[in-house]
């Protein structure tokens, strides 16, 4: 199975961050991401990648309009760097 097909089957099964897919996978999260935004486009039309947004821990500012998949690294309104990460699920239409 391919890389980006073991991704689809995990993300199929939960909703799962960067960190579990690389975990899972045993491929870098930065490696992972433009696998998952390929998946992104082409689950258009069968099914969708549902994204849980990242969330500041400190304040609970949740970052909705963030389209980029990748984790944001500082909330930008109170500064904290303890950020939960997006969280990803693909989800039949
Ligand atoms: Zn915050």
Do not use: W, Y
Not at 52 to 67: D, I, N, Q, S
Not at 83 to 88: K, L, T
Request: proline content about 5%.
């Amino acid at each position: 199975m391919t890389l980006r097909k073991r991704m689809a089957a995990l993300l199929e099964k939960g909703d799962l961050s960067l960190k579990d897919l690389s975990r899972e996978l045993g491929v870098r999260e930065k490696e992972l991401l433009d696998h998952l935004e390929h998946v992104a486009r082409s689950a258009k039309g069968k099914n969708s990648l549902e994204i849980t947004p990242a969330m500041c821990l400190k304040c609970g500012f949740v970052f909705r309009k963030r389209e980029r998949l990748a984790s944001p690294s500082r909330c930008p309104k109170c500064r904290s760097e303890r950020i939960a990460p997006p969280r990803f699920r693909l989800r039949e239409e």
